[in-house]
């Protein structure tokens, strides 16, 4: 049970929008049937079970747990229940798992940015022992991203010299440049010299240095200090000559970089060109010049539409070599790499989080590999064309002039690093050794099984001493050194880091892939069977008849895809999940939006020409970003539970002529593919700066999946039928667009569950009956009954009765369990479903209770009122059961408390005037006086009830 919490816990997969996806509801809540606490002493939540039937020792169980928030969509059994058999299910992170060379699309466009500007310059110089100098500076520019600038700059300098056996140079430059789009930036860049040349010994010249630098920006404050020093040495003597330079000491100090975003790796191109001209004259060793110059700089994005081969962490070896490769990673605080901050950010591998369940055992496990690797961005081209032309003409004792024209052509290319890199021979990704099934490249492990340690891969890696690979300059050998010892001993990767032998697992996790699996599946095809709909219950017999089949390997389902997967436990038992659950395709979108289009829901338009990547017309960028991301698997149903003695004679499958016991599970899957999309309608906005209008991007993410649903559990004496019908709620969407709802685009609701001998199927031993209503979060747009005023329709699938009937008996409806809802709070006698209606813990809140005024998304912060809260917290959640004895449970809720976050003692934000001096530090409470409403100024504050109090300020 602590494995399933911590699974419940910790996967962000648990909350979707209205109609979202990849992965069903059915799926993702599972509960022992044995579990018989209310209450979730981990998290706190209500747990209620209730066992249905046992189909010859297989139980099944309905099972409800709170905390379902107002986007959570309802399971086939209604909001905050659910009834699943069993199932694995998958959190991709990342890319899935088996991708291998998967085709995974992104388009991005913002307009190019044209800057065309101007600059007139003038200098003047007058030459002596003390050399003073100026410069002054005028430009106008246009940036069709920002509009008409200006810039204005001035830099004055004077430097000295002295001659006698040597040279002593001192020097002082100061400049001031502002500019109306980037500010004002100030420079200060003293610096001495002295070079002392000894003609009696061979010529020998000493040079010594001291320089600093200093540079400040009215927006970005200070950016850098540099203090550096030098020595250097050279002599002539005839034909011989030498010399060497040292940098005695030096220090740099960066303090800020402007802020960026990280970067998808798109190619850009960049064209500069520009012209010059400069006229001056000399007179009485005073020189003067003025100048100009004009320039035009163009950056577009290079490629618009950028498909790339991905590949999950189960085939990185395949993408290894491919230099477009996507791998499967992700870098720890992204930076820019700058020689200021060399730090580099830490990529990290993000294989998929995988979870079992069934009333046999559950868990968690992952993807591990049996070697080291190297991860590396898709390679990318960025070109830049450079093109400048100029003239000069000088007046003085003798008139000269000169034409220059200068082009140049560069890119940067970003990819892959192959050359000097003497580690990738031995210490890249493991290539599967088909020679020796005991060397395992990569495995699957159950999280938390303690096992055994490689002793061969241990003494690879020195054991447990932190190491990193040896590199120099530019170079990587294929050593390793002690992580923090520059100058320690190494350690040779003199062969491959691979696995050679195969790690002993108490819980065995096996796959095939879709290829594999036509040849050796529990069930060669993927079987689909007919829904028994319970407007028109057919005869039903002891075996569901088939109603469709399809090959593991076609379009959707790639011949490298993992098909079905086994676990084993310690007994020998076998949990079959023989059927992925596939997301056919998702696309996420991001946009340029025009702000004043926003409506009551904040949500805003979609533009009309977002069809195509360049028809964006919002925006100063005309920003257009898309990924698309084609077929995988979301889960794996369970469809067979075999005991250690089980054996299929004919390899067909799971038949009566079989040997040993077997439990199967038969499912139907919707004849259409379910088109989920988050929002349902329209497009949800992100702000960007609150002052800048134009800059608000908005999201869409939509996608087409396969819904399955279990249609019968059988084993050689019993069959359970499982029947069903059309759901009013969870409509799908009619395209990725615009949304809205498309009354074909259907789901199913359990009605009936039928449990049979299969050697009398005249009438059923037991018989599940459920009733429902549409009570819960009524005002959903995906409802088939939007805007009824009926009060038990227009909301999510509600789960009002449940009860059993045995033989032909019926007198089971009159004892059903019985179930209620809070539906009201304290504050609100109607509570409708909203959009931005929650704080940032998903709990509902108008934006009516902020004390500020702003909306939710503005100020996420939760109600402080405790009655208001626990309210709020209880919204939607089951409160009262009555039993089929007459019994009643009644269940209240409060919201959660916290005293600390992580390590930090939990604070609240408090509305006061400016005190005089900090509150006393061991003062019970914080008294501020109370200022007016719209100059109040905020503090945080530890929560009085903690020992003392402190105000920050």
Partial sequence: MLIIWIINLMSPSLVFALTSGPVQPESKGFQPAGVSDMVDLQSGALKYNIPLLDIDGYPIN??????????????????????????????????????????????????????????????????????????????????????????????????????????????????????????VDVSFSPYVSLSIKENSDNNLTMRAGLSGSFGYNSRSGL????????????????????????????????????????TIRVPYSSNYGSFSFDIGGEAFGLFGSVGGTGYQ?????????????????????????????????????????????????????????????????????????????????????????????????????????????????????????????????????????????????????????????????????????????????STAYHQFRNAGNLHGGTIPVGSPIAKTSRRPNRTVISYLTAAEGEQAALDKKILTYSFVDSSAVPSLTPSPAIAASCNRVDDVHKAHHISEMTVTDDGGKRMVYGIPVYNISQDEYSFAIDPASRDANNLVDVPPGITSPTGDPNGIDHYYHAEHKPSYSTGFLLTAILSPDYVDKTGDGITNDDLGTAIKFN??????????????????????????????KASIVYGQKEVWHVQSIESKSKIAYFITQDRRDALGVTGWQYGDQDPANKQKCLREIRLYSKADMSRPIKVVKFQYTYELCRGIPNSADVGSTNPMLAGKLTLSKVWFEYGNSDKGKYHPYTFQYNKTTSTYSTVNYGYSVTDRWGIYKLPGENVTGLDNEQY????????????????????????????????SYESGDYAYVQDKKAMSMNPGSKPHQCVQRNSVSCQLKPGDRYQREYWYLYNASLRGCHCLV
């Fill in 62 to 183: 309905l099972n409800y747990q709170s905390g379902t928030g107002i986007d959570d969509e309802a399971s086939w059994v209604g909001l905050g229940w659910n009834l699943n058999p069993g199932a694995i299910t998958r959190q991709v992170r990342g890319l899935p798992d088996d991708y291998s060379g998967d085709i995974v699309e992104t388009d991005h466009y913002i307009k190019p940015k044209v800057t065309v500007g101007g600059r007139l310059t003038a200098k003047v110089e007058y030459d002596g022992i003390a050399r003073p100098s100026g410069s002054f500076t005028f430009g106008v520019f246009n940036d069709n991203y920002t509009g008409l600038g200006a810039e204005l700059g001035a830099n004055a300098g004077i430097s000295y010299n002295f001659v006698n056996d040597g040279f002593l140079t001192a020097g002082l430059g100061a400049g001031v440049l502002s500019n109306t789009q980037s500010g």
């Fill in 223 to 262: 950016k850098a200090l540099t203090l550096g020093t030098s020595f250097g040495l050279s002599n002539s003597e005839g034909e011989k000559s030498g010399c060497a330079e040292y940098s005695i000491g030096g220090s740099v100090i960066s303090y800020n970089t402007e802020p960026i975003s990280p």
């Fill in 297 to 473: 700089n163009v950056r577009q994005v290079k490629t618009i539409t950028n498909p790339k081969p991905a590949f999950g962490f189960l085939y990185a070896e395949r993408g290894k070599n491919n230099q477009d490769a996507v791998m499967d990673f992700i870098r720890e605080n992204d930076n820019p790499v700058i020689p200021s901050l060399p730090d580099l950010a830490i990529p990290v591998h993000t294989p998929d989080s995988w979870s079992y369940t069934s009333q046999v055992g559950s868990g968690q496990f992952r993807l591990y590999r049996g070697g080291s690797g190297a991860f590396f961005d898709n390679q990318a081209t960025d070109g830049s064309t450079v093109s400048t032309t100029g003239g000069d003409i000088g007046i003085g004792a003798w008139v000269h002039g000169g034409i220059t024209h200068y082009t140049q052509n560069a890119k940067t290319t970003t990819r892959k690093w192959t050359n000097n890199n003497g580690y990738l021979p031995n210490g890249d990704f493991q290539n599967p050794d088909f020679t020796n099934p005991s060397a395992e490249h990569v495995y699957f492990r159950q999280v938390g099984e303690k096992n055994t340690e490689d002793q061969d891969m241990d003494s690879r890696l020195a054991g447990t001493q932190a190491v990193e690979v040896d590199v120099v300059g």
């Fill in 667 to 696: 499912y139907s899957k919707l004849p259409y593919y379910y088109k989920w999309r988050t929002p349902y309608k329209r497009a949800s906005p992100n702000r960007g700066l609150l002052a800048d209008p134009d800059d608000d």
């Fill in 860 to 891: 996420p912060y939760t109600n402080q009122t405790k009655t208001v809260l626990d309210g709020n917290s209880a919204l939607w959640q089951l409160n009262q059961v009555t039993l089929p004895t007459g019994g009643i449970i009644n269940m």
